[in-house]
């Protein structure tokens, strides 16, 4: 049986749709098989080492503890020296200590919550006879009253308390006020401890209360 003319252009059509169809299909192969192997490349190869978009795992690091430093402690020695109110006294080597005025005052109030009342006002006076500038930013000025109970005196922050600077030339002296709320009815001396090196014993200037 013969085909007709209409039936071959048919079939020719056919079979071009079905070529096109293939080679659609192989396209789409190709494609998604190249996206497989990219894919897999990231995931490590044969010897597992990662690829350059991976992360890596960070890895545990260990330092030294560096050893503390040695430092020397400081002890302040206990021989106190105990001399009368009016009198001058070597503090550290080359430098005298004296306590130029003492009065009673009425101190206080000047910090809010601080009470005011009868207090005691030392001045203290410090003169450098040696070649060299002294120390004196961390000195400091305390005082007991009550004789031997030797009781605190609490610093207040009276009007006209100063400090000494924080050095003093060689040759140089300098005067510090310091004022102390002191009862005005316990009996016994006062005494005024001048400290002004950790390394050196403090001058304790002993007398009655003004």
Known sequence: MTESLEDSPRRMGWRSWALVGLIAVLLIGGIVWGVLANSG??????????????????????????????????????????????????????????????????????IPGEPSGPAVQVTVRLTNGSDEPVDTAGANVTMTYGGDERLPAAGVSGEGATVWPASIPAGGQADAVFQFAVPSSPEGDVRVIVDILAAAPNVVFVGPRP
């Open 41 to 110: 490349s990231g995931q490590g190869g044969p010897n597992g080492s990662p690829s350059s978009g991976a992360t890596p795992t960070p890895q545990a690091t260990e330092f030294e503890t560096p050893s503390p430093g040695a430092t020397d402690g400081v002890a302040k020695p206990d021989e106190d020296e105990e001399v009368p109110l009016d009198e001058p006294a070597p503090a550290v080597e080359g430098v005298v200590a004296e306590v130029t005025a003492i009065e009673s005052v009425t101190a206080g109030n000047d």
